[in-house]
């Protein structure tokens, strides 16, 4: 999956899937198989010579073009299965179709990937990708990283260090010692934030080995880049607030089935990254959630321990995290070794020295309040953006609900409208906004088509900015704070997020799609605490 700067971002995308040229139908079992650096296989879905979408895959062979990809390995990621939402999010440029039929070795076997959530049938992407391509060009900027986020990291890279020795010497006050722990999980939260985020998107440099560099800052911090690349980029990005139904199903009856027979499309954030917690309003209710808006923040703070302690260590020994296969990564003895090999050394100078010079009992109090201040920070971020008044949430359900936005009830597709946990739909009343305004209109214009499961639309509905357009706080938060624009586009770095906005917004507008933002993160932090508050009550209609 190249990153050309051509063909345009409406790039005719052509994927020939004649007989003449597909060299033989493969099953979802045989890709499967294919899922690890040695030998990697993915789908993507087909496009007829005019570059609309049609139904079937197309397969890829990776395997000798991941050394050659201009975002380096990150494409592995896609190995073993249907990387269609990859295949278009890394890609604001296009993909080149000679490439795409140089790498193609086969077609899906009919009806694969049919249940599909998403439907790529409108053009509100297309429209919307090469808009921000035309800003960026306009501007001037670099779709990866400037000297703004090299200034920055450099910044945060010193303070984390300095601050974990000052912790370290600081032996005759255990107070200013457990400051300067506090100080030391910030700068960790804003690596996580600002600059293994970046890097393990691709979107840190434009050298692959800078990114990989940029990346492994989170193993350096003593958690594991791979888990974050399995939950973050393969489940929550493609799959943002959407809950596969059945597999829920099966968790409630104690089933576990084969990792071959699992659905790919389920966002693991909203039923994996905090027990106790009610995070999705399909979500069985239980007495204690009631109170978990009270006690959400505490058990914030321990999110970093519980991955670095337990999570990390599950993934690489089973080679899975929850439904998702982690062979594109621990299918490589360098991989294997490169994740023990900094789990010691980090232990040796997060946990080790503070041990050494203060004392057992001291020293692992002030590794534990590190990991405190550190977890209650990146947790306070990234979770106002999907769990909070006003946003959505989607269930794919195989018993098919409606999903046709002009309300003739299409049963083609088992997936339902994306809905806040009230059951109101936010597009029907922002198409309805739209039209209206439209009306008003001298030039009246109909407003575009656009299915509730459209990728891109979903990805606003279950997303929420706050703070938008603030150059401090874009920087502050490492792009979070325009998480709709980061979920859109995971490959742009996030210094460009404050310039480009308003193209989003102008049109989400324009298609009739929710843009929903907060004015600040005091503001959607509230909200999310109170939106905690009802789903603990078991309220999702």
């Known amino acids: 999956m190249c990153n050309s700067n051509v063909p345009p971002a409406d790039a005719d995308l052509n994927v020939n899937v004649s ?11 045989e890709l499967a198989t294919h ?58 440029r296009g993909v080149p179709r000679t490439l795409v039929k140089k790498l193609q070795i086969g077609i899906m076997e009919k009806g694969s990937f049919e249940e599909s959530f998403y439907s790529w049938d409108s053009d509100f992407y297309g429209v919307l990708k090469r808009r921000v391509v035309e800003r960026l060009e306009e501007r001037g900027l670099s779709r990866r990283g400037s000297a703004e986020i090299w200034i920055k990291a450099l910044l945060l890279l010193g303070g984390f260090w300095f601050s974990l020795s000052q912790m370290y010497v600081n032996t005759d006050s255990l107070l200013v010692a457990a400051l300067w722990s506090i100080a030391m999980g910030f700068f960790a939260a804003m690596i996580g934030t600002n600059i293994q985020h970046d890097g393990n998107h691709g979107a840190f440099a434009q050298s692959k080995f800078v990114n990989k560099c940029a990346g492994w800052t989170l193993d350096m911090i003593g958690a594991s880049a791979f888990t974050w690349e399995f939950q973050h980029m393969l489940g929550h990005h493609p799959y943002t607030n959407v809950l596969d139904g059945a597999e829920e199903r099966r968790k409630e009856e104690g089933v576990d089935c084969l990792m071959e027979e699992k659905d790919q499309e389920s966002d693991p954030d909203v039923f ?30 321990m999110m970093t321990l519980a991955k670095v302690f337990q999570q990390d260590y599950e993934v690489a020994v089973s080679k899975r995290l929850y439904h998702i296969d982690a062979h594109a990564r621990y299918g490589s003895l360098w991989n294997v070794l490169r994740f023990w090999g900094m789990k010691f050394i980090t232990m040796i100078y997060m946990m080790g020295l503070p041990i050494y010079f203060h004392g057992m009992v001291k020293g692992a109090a002030l590794f534990v309040t590190g990991h405190l201040a550190c977890g209650e920070v990146l947790a306070t971020m990234f979770i106002v953006n999907h769990v909070i008044e006003g946003v959505s949430y989607a269930k794919k359900d195989l018993k098919g609900v409606d999903n046709d936005n002009d309300g003739q009830g299409s049963k083609e597709k088992a997936v339902g409208k994306p809905a806040t946990m009230m059951g109101d739909t936010p597009m029907e009343a922002t198409r309805l906004r739209a039209s209206e305004n439209s009306m008003k209109d001298n030039d009246h214009k109909p407003i575009p088509s656009v299915p509730f499961n459209d990728w891109a639309a979903v990805q606003c509905q279950t997303s929420v900015n706050w703070a938008p357009g603030s150059w401090f ?49 005091l503001v959607a932090y509230g909200k999310m605490i109170n939106h905690l508050k009802y789903l603990g009550r078991g309220k999702s209609e």
């Open 473 to 521: 706080w874009n920087h502050f938060s490492g792009g979070l704070s325009h998480q709709i624009e980061h979920h859109l586009f995971p490959s742009i770095c996030h210094t460009n997020y404050a310039y480009i906005h308003d193209v989003v917004e102008r049109t989400c507008e324009e298609y009739g799609v929710p843009y929903q933002s907060e004015p600040s993160l």
């Open 35 to 92: 899922n690890a650096p040695a030998s990697a296989w993915c789908a993507v879905h087909a496009t007829d010579p005019d570059g609309n979408y049609i139904p079937g895959h197309v397969v890829l062979d990776i395997t000798s073009f991941a050394s050659r990809h201009p975002g380096g390995d990150l494409i592995l990621l896609a190995a073993g299965k249907d990387a269609s939402v990859l295949f278009e999010t890394y890609h604001p």
């Open 19 to 29: 007989p003449k040229d597909a060299i033989k139908s493969i099953s979802k079992s």
């Open 272 to 301: 994996s990254s905090f027990p106790l917690m009610r995070m999705h309003p399909f979500h069985t209710p239980s007495w204690f959630h009631r109170y978990q808006h009270i006690y959400a923040p505490f058990l914030f703070a």
